[in-house]
């Protein structure tokens, strides 16, 4: 079983930034995407960015370029830095983590979810 702890979150002016972070813990020795979805209110979950632990990245085309993920060394943590914020970034975000390649991660959601944080920009 994957364990994932995520922090940061919170209210944003538009054009403003937040950090979110996670931390995958517990059996994850296979464990081989760590990232982030997200849900807003009406809409389905839908792919923000994650990182494979080959080196691999994914990001859904609306935050490309404002969004970067990054990783700790051990590749359990993840980092996503959310700039340039807009009203339609306000979700709740979740950590997701996969054992499946990264190349499959928009068809197939994750098989583990934390424990969503919400992100509110406003206008």
């Known amino acids: 079983h994957v364990q994932l702890q995520a922090s940061g979150g919170g209210t944003v002016q538009t054009g403003g930034s937040l950090r979110l972070s996670c931390t995958a813990s517990?059996?994850?020795?296979?464990?081989?995407?760590l990232g982030w979805y997200r849900q807003a209110p009406g809409n389905q979950r839908e792919l923000v960015a994650v990182f494979s632990r080959g080196g691999s990245t994914r990001y859904n085309y609306s935050v490309k370029g404002r969004f970067t993920i990054s990783r700790d060394n051990d590749a359990n943590t993840v980092h996503l830095e959310m700039n340039n914020m807009m009203p339609e970034d306000t979700a709740v975000y979740y950590c997701t983590s996969s054992f499946r390649p990264i190349t499959t991660i928009e068809s197939n959601p994750p098989e583990y979810w934390g424990q969503g944080t919400q992100v509110t920009v406003s206008s």
């Open positions: 517990g059996k994850i020795w296979d464990m081989n995407v």
